[in-house]
């Protein structure tokens, strides 16, 4: 089993600024990114695997900026130049399974952070 716990959501103003952190309680593959607006379905943000390889989404590329402290075990996600649009709750997630990895079917979520912009 693995914990993990996100913190770092909060209200900002459009053109702001937000780093997400996510603690996890031990070592895993792979790390990203979700989140989810009312009324719309989860989608994935960034990704990262052991290899160091990252993946966004188109919506977000050039503005965020995921990383790991892998002596920490802590994910991170750097979010620049928000939007309305990036209004959501923020979910992280993780897995053992670089199969899993590969497919974004991970085992593991965290509770969840919201995040809001104002327009």
């Known amino acids: 089993q693995v914990q993990l716990v996100e913190s770092g959501g909060g209200s900002v103003q459009a053109g702001g600024s937000l780093i997400l952190s996510c603690a996890a309680s031990?070592?895993?593959?792979?790390m990203g990114w979700f989140r989810q607006a009312p009324g719309k379905e989860r989608e994935g943000v960034a990704t990262h695997d052991s290899n160091g390889r990252t993946t966004y989404a188109d919506s977000v590329k050039g503005r965020f900026t995921i990383s790991k402290d892998n002596a920490k075990n802590t994910l991170y996600l750097l979010m620049n130049n928000l939007k309305p649009e990036d209004t959501a709750m923020y979910y992280c997630a993780a897995d053992h399974n670089w199969y899993r990895c590969s497919q974004s079917a991970y085992n593991y979520w965290g509770q969840g952070t919201q995040v809001t912009v104002s327009s």
């Open positions: 031990r070592y895993t593959y792979c």
